[in-house]
């Protein structure tokens, strides 16, 4: 039998650093991974700021690092082009998960790949919870844990396996959106992300071109309309620059199609985010950024609060839901409000594209910085060439840029 403080299920970016942090704490620590490999396949445009690595503390290594980027160049439905400047990286995310495990392995946590939680069963001693017995695929199981991190992203596992309500499952699944893309040869860049809100391609989604190292680049989009993904991304390509460039199956990709992505959820935030001996990270939790959809610094951060909570309810020996839920606080107390930015984001796709771009017109060229005045400016503008606007939440669709930005966790 094994056992353990914690059991982080899945090594992507969120259970990697719960693992981490939680061995960093003392905690005995597993960490467990489904595939064979940390990272691959890759569902991820591979983006991060610099704002992020340094909230989380992280010094990236040269090895995980493809590009040093400016920021974000948001390319609206006329080619109106504004900018989000801030610093970051494209990282080559296999790399970055893997060195993100290898630290938690160095710093105490057992790591079992190709291990897959099917089932946890709760275990009471003298009428108080005592943790989890866990089960599943791979030889290191049944592992026994006081608090278990589910870390299984779009998976969502323990939500779907623990049911404290008769056959009610802890979180109902929400929506997920489509996320697709190819890596490409000898794109042109400056160093900008470029995102291109052009709905007829993606709906309520966005196209994007993040150039890597050697001029490779991917090429993909995220789109509401998840049967069409491909064919819209192929039309997208087809009638930009991107037509005449080659495309390539990424490095850690030897054989089958080009296309690589994966789903994220949409819903926002689940319900609960933590129970007795159980809480959610990353997009385990439904944690993404509404507009631009990253949920990399959101994963990476909700795992050191876990971690910490973690530490904490097992030092006072009280694993239950009640103790845990600090951890529903302090990602409560630090993650912008999911509502808010979404209200934004549908006020957005609730314009046409002549409205979109002419609101994209009014913006100053650099949109990080407008400040108070510089949005009531460009609102003003606006309703004085179409007073209508007002009616469709125009305010609220250009606040949903700036709360898209590193700081307010956007990347
Ligand atoms: C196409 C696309 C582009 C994106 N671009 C960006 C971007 O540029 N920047 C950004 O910040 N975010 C981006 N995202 C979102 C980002 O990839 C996720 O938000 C982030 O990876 C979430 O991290 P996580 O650790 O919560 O989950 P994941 O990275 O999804 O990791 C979950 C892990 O759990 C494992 N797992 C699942 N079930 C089990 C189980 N039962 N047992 C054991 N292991 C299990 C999985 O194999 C996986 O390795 C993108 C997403 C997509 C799909």
């Known amino acids: 039998m094994n056992t353990c403080d914690v059991l982080v299920i899945g090594a992507g970016p969120g259970g990697g650093n719960a693992a981490l942090q939680s061995a960093k704490r003392g905690l005995s620590t597993i960490l467990i991974e489904d595939h064979p490999?940390?990272?691959?396949?890759?569902?991820?445009?591979?983006?991060?700021?610099e704002i992020a690595c340094q909230n989380l503390g992280i010094k990236l290594p040269d090895h995980v690092v493809s590009k040093e980027v400016q920021g974000i160049r948001v390319i609206f439905p006329d080619g109106t082009e504004k900018c989000l400047t801030e610093e970051g990286y494209v990282l080559e995310k296999h790399l970055f998960e893997r060195w993100i495990a290898d630290e938690a392995v160095e710093a105490g946590a057992s790591m079992h790949l190709n291990h897959k939680l099917s089932s946890m069963e709760r275990i009471e001693e003298d009428g108080k919870f005592a943790g989890w017995m866990c089960d599943g695929k791979g030889e290191n199981f049944p592992i026994q844990a006081k608090i278990v991190i589910d870390a299984s992203g779009v998976a969502a596992i323990c939500s779907k396996i623990v049911k404290p309500d008769g056959d009610k499952p802890l979180n109902e699944m929400g929506k997920v959106v489509a996320g697709m893309q190819y890596e490409m040869l000898e794109v042109p860049t400056d160093g900008y992300l470029d995102f291109y809100i052009w709905p007829e391609y993606a709906e309520k989604g966005y196209l994007w071109m993040i150039p890597k190292c050697d001029g490779r680049a991917n090429v993909g989009l995220v789109t509401e309309d998840r049967p069409r993904a491909k064919k819209a991304l192929d039309e997208f390509i087809d009638i930009t620059h991107f037509k005449e460039l080659e495309q390539v199956h990424p490095p850690w990709k030897e054989k089958g199609t080009h296309a690589f992505g994966g789903t994220i959820p949409i819903s926002g935030p689940f319900v609960n985010t933590h129970y007795d001996g159980l809480m959610l990270v990353g997009d385990a939790a439904g944690f993404t950024?509404?507009?631009?959809?990253?949920?990399?610094?959101?994963a990476l951060k909700s795992a050191v609060y876990a971690a910490e909570t973690a530490a904490a309810a097992i030092s006072e020996d009280d694993l239950s839901g009640s103790r845990l839920a600090e951890y529903t606080k302090l990602w409560k107390d630090e993650f912008p409000p999911y509502d808010k930015i979404l209200k934004g984001k549908n006020a957005l796709f609730n314009l046409t594209d002549d409205e979109m771009s002419l609101m994209a017109r009014c913006f100053p060229n650099e949109m990080s910085d407008m400040g108070a005045r510089g949005k009531a400016m460009v609102a003003l503008r606006l309703l004085i060439r179409r007073p209508g606007l007002y009616f469709k939440r125009i305010v609220p669709a250009m606040l949903a840029f700036g709360y898209s930005r590193a700081k307010f966790y956007g990347w």
């Open 37 to 49: 490999a940390i990272g691959t396949p890759v569902h991820c445009g591979e983006c991060i700021s």
């Open 289 to 298: 950024s509404p507009l631009f959809e990253g949920g990399s610094h959101l």
